[in-house]
C-alpha cells in the first residue's frame, strides 16, 4: 500500500494558543502545568487531525514550545556555558532561557542568536561550539512525545533535525576549528537516540537534512556519507532521510546511495528529481514523495500530481512508494475551516495545513488505484475555474508592466547629484539622527485596533486615537532632538500584511498564521491576481504627521521583493512578473508622499537577502528581478526627496554590489551586535551612498548607554566617509516596550551629538 506521510504539522493551534500560553507563561500568569496542559492538547488534538485524515505514518517531535533546532540542542546536551547547566535534563526554563537571554536572580545570559531558517521567514535559534563542547543525551522530550502519542493508539515517526544539518546550522563561537570535526561524537548520540526509539516501539524515525538543498562541500558529503553509516547500523528503526526546500542538483547520487530505508525529496521544488531517484533509489528503499506544498496555500493539482506519482509508482511499486507534503506543513496556517471572510470559490482555490492532509491521502489511495472521483472532479472544477477567474487577470496592470521603459528603472540623476539637492533642501546636522519607522506596538494599540475591526470602535475613534499616538510620538523625537522623524506606524498589524490589505490582488485571512519565531507570528497576505494600487495607503498618516512638525518627517513603505517574499504568493505565473506590479504600486506611493510634502521616504527590504537563492548558480537571476524591481520602485520621484531602504539580520559580503545597485540613497543596517563587523562589506566595497549602521540592538531590552554608542560610531567614523553616516537603531522598535525605548534613543541622540562635536574639533 502506498503510504501518506506528514514530515510536521503547524504546532501553533487553530487559534494561537501556543502563543497565548506560552507568554502568559513568561508573564507568571499560568504556571508550568497550565503550559505543558496547553501543549498536550495541542499535540493530541493534532496527532488525532491526521489519524482522522487518514494520514499512515504521523510524525513526533514536531511540536516545540519555542523552535526545533533549539529542541536538538536540548537534546544533544549542546547548552552553551554561559547558562549555567550543569547536566541533567534540560528543563524548560534554560530552554526558554537560551532563546530569549536571561537577566535577574543572579543570572545574565545574552541569548543565543537567531537566523532564518533556509529561505523562509521562519527563524532557528543558533547551536553554538567551542572546543569544549561535547554532547550528551540531555532531554526526554522526543521519547515522551512517542509514548504520549502511543498512548493514544498511534505510533508515530518521530523527527530530529540530521547531524550535518545541526553542525551546519551552528556556528564556531570560541577558537577556530572545523564544525564538522564534531560529527563523531555528535552521531553517538544520536545512536543512542536511535536505540531508545526502537526499544519504545517506533518503526520509523524521520531526520530531515535540508543541507541537500544547498552546495555542499566535499566535507559535508563525507559527513553526510560517515553519518548515514553508522546510523543505518542501529538495530530496530527504520531511517527516512528528508530533504526539503529545493532540488538534489549535484547532490542526487550522493542521496540516493545513502544507505537508508526511506529518502524523502521535495518533488514541488524539485520534480525532475522523481524520475532519476526512483530509477537509482536501492530495492529496499522507499522513497516519499513531497508533492504538496508544504510553503504556500494553493490547492495541489490532484490530476497533475497523480500522474506524476504514477511514473514513481510504477518504478516503485505500492510497497516503496510514499506520498508527503514536501516540507513540515510548519509553514502553512492551520485551516481553511475557521475563515469566515473568504467567499467559497476562492476557498476552492486553496488548501492549508488540514487540507493538504486530505490532498496527501487522496493522491496515495489514488496512486494506489482508489480514486475518489468526486474529489477528483472537485479539484479539476475549481483549478480551471480560478485560471479563467476575472478575479485575477487586470489587462491594465498587464499592460502597464508592458509598458516599463529602461528610464522607469533610473532616478533622475546619479546620486552625488542628488545629495547635493538633497542635502540643501533637508539642511540635516552631520551624523543625522533617525529611527527605523515603528515604535513599540503596546497593549492599547493593539486592542484599539481589534476593537475597531470588530465594530467596537468607529472609524472616528480610531483616527483620532492614531493620532493621537502620532502626535505624542512626535513630540517626542523633537524633545530629544531627533533629526529626522518617523510617524511610528501605529496603524499598521504588520509591514507586509497592512499594505496586502490595501493593493488589490491580494486576499488576506483572519486566522491564517504561521510561526516567524518563538511566540512571534505573522499572517503573510495571499497573492492572488494582477496587483495594483487603487488610492493611496499611508499618505494620510505621514501628511498629518509632517504638518505636526517644522523637522522632515521620512514615509514609511515595504519595498517589492519583501511585499512578495513574505506572502503566499500566485503560482501561475514567475515572481519576478508579480514583483512588477507590486514595484509599480508601491511607486506611485512614493510620487503620492513626495507630492504630499514629504522629502525623504524610506522602502523596507528586510526580505531581500532571505529571498536569496539556496544555490549559488540561481543567485543572478534572482538578484537581476530583485534589483530592478527596488529601482522600479524608487525612480518615480525627484532628486530631492530622499529615498532611505532598510534592511535586518543581514550579511552583505556576496550581495553587495546588488545593494550598491538597488541605488538607495541611504541604507540602514543591522551592526550593532557584531561591533560594527557587519560594515565589513561596505568599507570594502567602498559602498557610494549613505548608511547607518544600527547602535542600538533592538532584540535586547537591554539599555546601551551613550558610551557605547559613542565607540561604534567611532568605529563607524574610522573606515566611512563621515558626512555619509547617519545614526539609527538596528532596526524598527515595535517589538519593544517604551520603558527601554525612551532612554536608549535618548542615549543614541546624545550620542550623535557628542559625535559632532568631536568630530569638528579632530
Ligand atoms: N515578517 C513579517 N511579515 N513582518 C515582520 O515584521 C517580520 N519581522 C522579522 C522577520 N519576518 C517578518 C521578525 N519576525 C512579529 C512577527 C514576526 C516577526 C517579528 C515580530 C510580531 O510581532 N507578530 C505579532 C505577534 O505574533 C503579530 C502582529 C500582528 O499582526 O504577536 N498583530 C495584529 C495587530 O496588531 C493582531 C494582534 C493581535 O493579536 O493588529 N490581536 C489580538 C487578537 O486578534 C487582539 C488585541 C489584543 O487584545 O491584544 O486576538
Ligand atoms: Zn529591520
Excluded at 559580503?653 to 541604507?667: F, H, L, W
Amino acid at each position: 500500500m502506498t503510504i501518506a506521510q506528514n514530515l510536521g504539522f503547524p504546532r501553533i493551534g487553530e487559534r494561537r494558543e501556543l502563543k497565548k500560553a506560552t507568554e502568559a507563561y513568561w508573564k507568571g500568569d499560568l504556571d508550568r502545568k497550565g503550559l505543558e496542559s496547553t501543549g498536550t492538547e495541542l499535540r493530541q488534538s493534532n496527532w488525532e487531525k491526521q489519524k482522522a485524515a487518514g494520514v499512515d505514518l504521523i510524525p513526533s517531535n514536531d511540536f516545540s514550545y519555542y523552535d526545533q533546532v533549539l529542541d536538538m540542542m536540548c537534546l544533544v546536551g549542546n547548552i552553551p556555558e554561559r547558562f549555567g547547566w550543569s547536566g541533567g535534563n534540560v528543563d524548560l526554563d534554560t530552554m526558554f532561557a537560551i532563546a530569549r537571554g536571561i537577566q535577574g536572580g543572579g543570572k545574565d545570559a545574552i541569548a543565543a542568536e537567531m537566523t532564518k531558517w533556509f529561505d523562509t521567514n521562519y527563524h532557528y535559534i543558533v547551536p553554538e561550539f567551542t572546543p569544549k563542547t561535547q554532547f550528551s543525551l540531555a532531554s526526554t522530550k522526543v521519547f515522551d512525545e512517542f509514548d504520549e502519542a502511543k498512548k493514544l493508539g498511534i505510533t508515530t515517526k518521530p523527527v530530529l533535525v540530521g547531524p550535518v544539518t545541526y553542525l551546519t546550522l551552528g556556528k564556531v563561537t570560541e577558537g577556530d576549528f572545523d564544525k564538522l570535526s564534531l560529527l563523531d561524537d555528535l552521531v553517538g548520540v544520536y545512536e543512542q537516540i536511535l536505540s531508545k526509539l526502537a526499544s519504545q516501539g517506533a518503526e520509523w524515525v524521520q531526520i530531515d537534512e535540508p543541507v541537500f538543498s544547498l552546495d555542499l562541500s566535499k566535507a559535508q558529503q563525507d559527513a553526510l556519507r560517515a553519518a548515514y553509516d553508522r546510523l543505518s547500523k542501529v538495530a530496530g528503526i527504520k531511517i527516512m532521510v528528508a530533504n526539503y526546500f529545493n532540488d538534489l542538483a549535484d547532490n542526487r547520487e550522493l542521496f540516493t546511495s545513502l544507505p537508508v530505508d526511506a529518502l524523502h525529496l521535495d518533488a514541488v521544488r524539485g520534480a525532475e528529481d522523481i524520475e532519476p531517484v526512483a530509477a537509482r533509489v536501492g530495492d529496499k528503499t522507499s522513497l516519499s514523495v513531497g508533492i504538496v506544498d508544504g510553503r504556500n496555500i494553493w490547492a495541489t493539482d490532484l490530476e497533475k500530481s497523480l500522474s506524476t506519482l504514477k511514473t514513481a509508482h510504477g518504478e516503485l511499486g505500492s510497497d516503496r512508494l510514499m506520498v508527503g507534503p514536501a516540507c513540515s506543513l510548519l509553514h502553512s496556517p492551520v485551516t481553511l475551516r475557521s475563515e469566515e471572510k473568504i467567499d467559497a470559490e476562492f476557498k476552492s482555490w486553496l488548501a492549508f495545513a488540514e487540507e493538504k492532509l486530505d490532498e496527501l491521502v487522496f493522491l496515495a489511495r489514488a496512486a494506489d488505484g482508489q480514486v475518489d472521483q468526486q474529489k477528483l472532479a472537485s479539484n479539476k472544477e475549481a483549478l480551471a475555474n480560478r485560471a479563467e477567474s476575472a478575479r485575477i487577470h487586470d489587462e491594465a496592470v498587464q499592460r502597464r508592466v508592458a509598458g516599463i521603459t529602461a528610464k522607469d528603472y533610473a532616478r533622475g540623476s546619479a546620486y552625488p547629484e542628488r545629495a547635493r539637492k538633497q542635502h540643501t533642501k533637508l539642511g540635516l546636522p552631520a551624523f543625522p539622527t533617525t529611527t527605523i519607522g515603528s515604535f513599540p506596538q503596546t497593549q492599547d494599540v493593539r486592542q484599539a485596533r481589534a476593537a475597531h475591526k470588530k465594530g467596537k470602535m468607529s472609524d472616528a475613534e480610531y483616527d483620532a486615537f492614531l493620532e493621537k499616538q502620532i502626535q505624542d510620538a512626535v513630540k517626542m523625537q523633537e524633545d530629544m532632538g531627533f533629526d529626522m522623524l518617523v510617524h511610528g506606524e501605529f496603524e499598521r498589524n504588520d509591514m507586509v500584511e497592512y499594505f496586502g490589505e490595501k493593493l488589490s490582488g491580494y486576499a488576506f485571512t483572519q486566522f491564517g498564521w504561521v510561526q516567524s519565531y518563538g511566540t512571534r507570528y505573522v499572517k503573510p497576505p495571499i497573492i492572488y491576481g494582477d496587483v495594483s494600487r487603487s488610492e493611496p495607503m499611508t499618505v494620510k498618516w505621514s501628511k498629518y504627521a509632517q504638518s505636526l512638525t517644522d523637522k522632515p518627517m521620512k514615509g514609511m513603505l515595504t519595498g517589492p521583493v519583501t511585499m512578495v517574499q513574505w506572502a503566499f504568493v500566485r503560482d501561475d505565473q514567475p515572481r519576478s512578473e508579480t514583483v512588477k506590479q507590486v514595484a509599480l504600486g508601491i511607486r506611485d506611493e512614493l510620487v503620492d508622499l513626495e507630492a504630499a510634502g514629504l522629502a525623504a521616504i524610506q522602502c523596507d527590504e528586510a526580505a531581500f537577502r532571505e529571498g536569496l537563492p539556496l544555490r549559488r548558480a540561481d543567485w543572478d537571476a534572482y538578484l537581476d528581478w530583485a534589483t530592478k524591481s527596488f529601482r522600479l520602485t524608487a525612480s518615480g520621484v525627484r532628486d530631492e526627496t530622499q529615498v532611505h531602504t532598510h534592511m535586518c539580520y543581514s550579511e552583505f559580503n556576496d550581495i553587495i554590489e546588488s545593494i550598491a545597485a538597488m541605488d538607495a540613497d541611504c541604507i540602514s543596517i543591522e551592526t550593532s551586535r557584531s561591533q560594527m563587523e557587519l560594515l565589513d562589506s561596505f568599507v570594502k566595497f567602498q559602498y557610494p551612498n549613505e548608511i547607518g549602521p544600527g547602535v542600538y540592538d533592538i532584540h535586547s531590552p537591554r539599555v546601551p548607554n551613550k558610551q557605547e554608542m559613542i565607540q561604534l560610531l567611532e568605529k563607524a567614523r574610522d573606515v566611512l566617509p563621515a558626512e555619509r553616516i547617519w545614526v539609527n537603531p538596528d532596526c524598527g522598535l515595535k517589538t519593544r516596550g517604551w520603558a527601554e525605548v525612551k532612554p536608549a534613543l535618548q542615549h543614541m541622540v546624545d550620542a550623535a551629538k557628542e559625535l559632532r562635536e568631536t568630530t569638528k574639533a579632530a
